[in-house]
């Protein structure tokens, strides 16, 4: 049994402009129009203008929400009726849970025993019915396709699918809506689906953009996958960033192919040192995920180094960055407490 939809890479057509805008539609009654914040303090730092897409104050916590919402609410009642079955190292998992109660069916959630506790609490808050498997992405199939031959649950995969990458690609349609003139997105990268709805929904209203993905270096298959033009897997990682441990799957890695730019990798302690950052600077909190998106612009002469077309109006160049999630222990913060 398989653990993704049907794909056949000779002919995948990824989903168009159109697939994106009913997406929005079928989904923007349940999800939050999140906030562009601003930090001037960041820009000094990055040497640019940033405009932070926060889906860390989306529904559920992370921008899981807007594929989860849409493969779910585009089943028929038959396909749905006997619940929806995923794998996740958290937020995708609570995710479907939340948009599965609101189908009305149940979730069956299949997850590394090494999860977040407090992720395992939110797909739990939200009925998701939880399995625990090894933290490996073959132990993560096998279990996905055993829960799923033991319930006929429909599998909703968190990224291989054109629903999820469609969904997804609503935060960078939003973005792009409120801030026409970016000169380049970021997005953190692990199966794809978040940077591959990025490619798609930037560049859907905004053709010259500039789309980079960014990656712990400890999980590093997708810069391997652009790098040598072979889909790279990795089979664990130990990275911080938890939501980032994934590999990329066939469909995602042709889109990131044709639309991104590149992948900038970050160390462990850029990504601690940039989600203390963000929480001292702009007073939110933020996954460490979400803290790889921003890291690498943090570095000296990294923006430079991008070679952006500069602005007619010579004024420092303005990025998006998108913010994944904020889904974060607060007993167990990443950072040691500053006694002085």
């Not at 002919?11 to 168009?16: A, E, F, G, Q």
């Not at 090894?134 to 649950?153: F, H, I, L, Y």
């Not at 429909?154 to 973005?175: F, M, N, R, S, W």
């Not at 960014?214 to 298959?221: I, K, T």
Request: net charge positive; with cysteine; glycine share 8%.
């Amino acid at each position: 049994m398989s653990t993704a939809p049907s794909f056949e890479s000779a002919t995948y057509r990824p989903p168009n402009w159109d697939a994106i805008c009913e997406a929005h539609a079928r989904i923007a009654p349940r999800i939050h129009r999140t906030p562009i914040l601003t930090s001037a303090s960041l820009d000094s730092l990055a040497g640019a203008r940033l405009f932070f897409k926060c889906e860390n104050l989306q529904k559920t916590g992370s921008f899981k929400i807007r594929g989860a919402s849409n493969a779910i609410f585009s089943l028929s009642n038959e396909q749905a009726a006997r619940g929806i079955v995923t794998q996740s190292s958290g937020n995708h998992g609570a995710a479907v849970a939340c948009a599965a109660a609101w189908r009305g069916v149940p979730a069956y959630i299949v997850m590394p025993k090494n999860a977040p506790k407090v992720k395992i609490q939110a797909i739990e808050a939200y009925g998701g019915k939880i399995t625990f498997c090894e933290p490996k992405v073959s132990s993560r199939n096998k279990t996905c396709d055993r829960v799923q031959a033991e319930t006929g649950a429909h599998l909703v995969h968190p990224y291989d699918d054109d629903c999820i990458i469609a969904g997804q690609a609503t935060a960078a349609k939003e973005l792009l809506e409120d801030m026409s003139d970016l000169d380049a997105v970021f997005a953190p990268v692990s199966g794809g689906g978040l940077l591959s709805g990025t490619c798609l929904g930037a560049k859907g209203i905004r053709a010259a953009i500039r789309i980079f993905g960014c990656e712990p270096s400890r999980a590093d298959d997708a810069y391997r996958s652009l790098t040598t033009g072979t889909l790279q897997s990795l089979e664990s990682s130990d990275t911080i960033a938890d939501g980032l441990r994934a590999s990329l799957a066939p469909r995602t890695f042709a889109i990131l192919r044709k639309h991104v730019e590149r992948i900038l990798l970050v160390s462990e302690e850029e990504i601690i040192s940039t989600a203390r950052l963000v929480w001292e600077r702009m007073k939110i909190i933020i996954e460490p995920s979400s803290a790889v998106a921003l890291a690498p612009l943090l570095k000296h002469g990294v923006v430079q180094s991008l070679n952006l077309p500069p602005r007619s109006d010579g004024a420092a160049p303005k990025l998006g960055v998108i913010f994944s999630g904020g889904n974060v222990d607060l007993t167990s913060l990443p950072w040691p407490v500053r006694t002085t």
